[in-house]
């Protein structure tokens, strides 16, 4: 369980420092319209995070990590993250950025041609952080999920 929560507290302030990143560089104001196309390498840190996460959870058998124990390891980490993540997001977005959810929604009421009424409903805060926790709990979910099957698969080869 410790292993889950340091790793999972790791994977949330990733997810803080990234946003921060993104904010000095200008991706959530000035360069907005290429904060959807960046926000995906994201995943390179995630994915490692989760690798190492799983990598040094309780091994369940000699000589390396079953299935089931890498995949619990990597859900462990994905509920302490999911956890975590509207706290980092509600930190960033009141106290660092408070204009960030504003430029997201007027970015894609002019790109996008969302209405306005849905576009502030969408980037309001409780609802920003609903999404964000869901999204982290499924993508979380699938990366443990492939991270155990790789992990097993090499267990057998």
Same mark, same amino acid.
């Given at each position: 369980?410790?292993?889950?929560? &340091?790793?999972?507290?790791?994977?949330? /302030?990733? $997810?803080?420092? @990234?946003? /921060?990143?993104?904010?000095?560089?200008?991706? +959530?104001?000035?360069?907005?319209?290429? +904060?959807?196309?960046?926000?995906?390498?994201?995943?390179?840190?995630?994915?490692? $995070?989760?690798?190492?996460?799983?990598?040094?959870?309780?091994?369940?058998?000699?000589?390396?990590?079953?299935?089931?124990?890498?995949?619990?390891?990597?859900?462990?980490?994905?509920?302490?993250?999911?956890?975590?993540?509207?706290?980092? @997001?509600?930190?960033?977005?009141?106290?660092?950025?408070?204009?960030?959810?504003?430029?997201?929604? +007027? +970015?894609?009421?002019?790109?996008?041609?969302?209405?306005?009424?849905?576009?502030?409903? @969408?980037?309001?805060?409780?609802?920003? /952080?609903?999404?964000?926790?869901?999204?982290?709990?499924?993508?979380?979910?699938?990366?443990? /999920?492939?991270?155990?099957?790789?992990?097993?698969? &090499?267990?057998?080869?």
């Amino acid at each position: 369980m410790l292993n889950a929560i &340091r790793y999972g507290a790791l994977f949330a /302030l990733a $997810i803080f420092l @990234w946003a /921060l990143v993104e904010t000095i560089v200008g991706l +959530h104001g000035r360069y907005i319209r290429y +904060h959807e196309y960046l926000s995906y390498f994201f995943a390179v840190p995630s994915v490692g $995070i989760m690798y190492w996460g799983i990598r040094s959870g309780k091994k369940t058998k000699p000589g390396g990590v079953s299935f089931r124990s890498a995949f619990a390891n990597g859900l462990g980490i994905t509920t302490v993250v999911t956890l975590l993540c509207p706290v980092v @997001w509600y930190v960033f977005c009141v106290a660092i950025n408070p204009a960030f959810l504003d430029n997201m929604a +007027h +970015h894609v009421t002019d790109t996008k041609g969302m209405a306005a009424s849905l576009a502030f409903q @969408w980037y309001s805060l409780p609802t920003f /952080l609903f999404m964000s926790a869901f999204s982290t709990a499924v993508i979380g979910t699938i990366i443990s /999920l492939v991270i155990a099957i790789i992990m097993a698969r &090499r267990q057998y080869k």
